[in-house]
């Protein structure tokens, strides 16, 4: 079974580069999707982005200038990294797989599952 | 504003049956699935029902969901109190990649 852990700093300064880390273990980082999702304190869920097993990242157009995912498969690990951050970044951030059902090449669309148990980013000076 | 709109807060006493309901549009529940997650207290969302009907393994079969449209549906039967927490729906969008609603408080009276 596949778990997620994310790790990364607490504490980013504003207009500093936030970057986290998501180490995954009981499976292997080249059979999966990963993603990102954010959520404000007290606030909804919104999804970041993600990275396909061919490592094709696909963003949230409003973070998409300013973010970049990407794997590192001998570390087992895949990484955020969002650029020029402000308070409203402020945020449990989740690693999470992706999954899909298939027909052919098309997709109705993946689902998030697992989701690691979230790391509190906070974006103050 | 959430792609997906759903209501705020819904609730309910021990044992009723209470509805979640989720809408979008076109370029979203229309032509793609819907999935469900559970966000208890303090936690991490949990996957509850993907592809709009299917339960992962230990979700308890009072959990149900549905789609007609451009809406979805998350039914919970035999409410119980472990059941109060927030509830999201997912889907995908054909120009925005996969987007949430702005989730559902259930309150169990």
């Known amino acids: 079974q596949v778990q997620l852990q994310e790790s990364g700093p607490g504490l980013v300064r504003p207009s500093e580069t936030l970057s986290l880390t998501c180490s995954v273990s009981?499976?292997?980082?080249?059979?999966?999707?990963w993603g990102w999702i954010r959520q404000p304190p007290g606030k909804g869920v919104e999804m970041i982005g993600y990275?396909?097993?061919?490592?094709?990242?696909k963003y949230n157009p409003s973070l998409k200038s300013r973010l970049t995912i990407s794997t590192d498969s001998s570390q087992k690990q895949f990484s955020l990294n969002l650029k020029f951050v402000t308070a409203a970044d402020t945020a449990v951030y989740y690693c999470t797989g992706l999954m899909a059902r298939w027909f052919g090449d098309k997709s109705p669309g993946p689902w998030f599952d697992p989701w690691g148990p979230g790391i509190l980013v906070t974006v103050s000076s | 504003q959430s792609v997906l709109t759903q209501p705020p807060s819904v609730s309910g006493a021990p044992g009723q049956r209470v509805t979640i309901s989720c809408t979008g549009s076109?370029?979203?529940?229309?032509?793609?699935?819907v999935h469900w997650y559970q966000q208890l207290p303090g936690t991490a969302p949990k996957l509850l029902i993907s592809g709009n009907r299917n339960r992962p393994s230990g979700v308890p079969d009072r959990f149900s969901g549905s789609k007609s449209g451009t809406s979805a549906s998350l039914v919970i039967t035999g409410l119980q109190a472990e059941d109060e927490a927030d509830y999201y729906c997912q889907s995908y969008d054909s120009s925005l990649s996969a987007v949430f609603g702005g989730g559902t408080k259930l309150t169990v009276l």
């Open positions: 009981g499976g292997s980082i080249t059979s999966y999707y």
């Open positions: 990275i396909s097993k061919t490592g094709t990242p």
């Open positions: 076109s370029s979203n529940i229309a032509n793609f699935d």
